[in-house]
């Protein structure tokens, strides 16, 4: 595995443990439907969360959450519609965004919950 997948990878781990000291309940790690993926799909009481994560190694270019595109939170959206449909769960959803920091120790910088509606993305 390349380096750049293996910190993602580590990137995921680090945003798991937060979501489940925040009382999430993980669901679901790269959930993948039609060449989609959701990275983590977890529960928050009665609503389904559908997390991107975002690890960068530093901060020079561009902040995490700026990579999250149109395009793929279109993604997203269409994989989470998938994942609900798949499941016949009918809840509440909202998509987060965890940016994480791959600088040892890797750590979670923000937690952007809600960080997009999919009404929005018309």
């Given amino acids: 595995m390349s380096e750049h997948n293996e910190t993602g990878k580590i990137g995921e781990e680090v945003a798991r443990e937060f979501l489940i000291k925040k009382g999430y309940r993980i669901l679901d790690v ?61 809840l509440n959803s909202r998509f987060d965004i965890v940016t994480v920091l791959a600088a040892e120790p890797f750590r979670v910088l923000e937690h952007l919950e809600d960080a997009f509606r999919p009404n929005e993305l018309l």
């Avoid at 790269?30 to 983590?40: A, S």
């Fill in 30 to 90: 790269n959930w993948r439907y039609n060449f989609k993926e959701i990275d983590i799909v977890a529960q928050q009481n009665n609503t389904m969360v559908f997390v991107e994560v975002k690890t960068r190694a530093t901060l020079a270019f561009e902040l995490p959450q700026e990579a999250v595109t149109l395009k793929k939170m279109r993604h997203l959206v269409y994989a989470a519609d998938a994942y609900l449909t798949q499941k016949h769960l009918d």
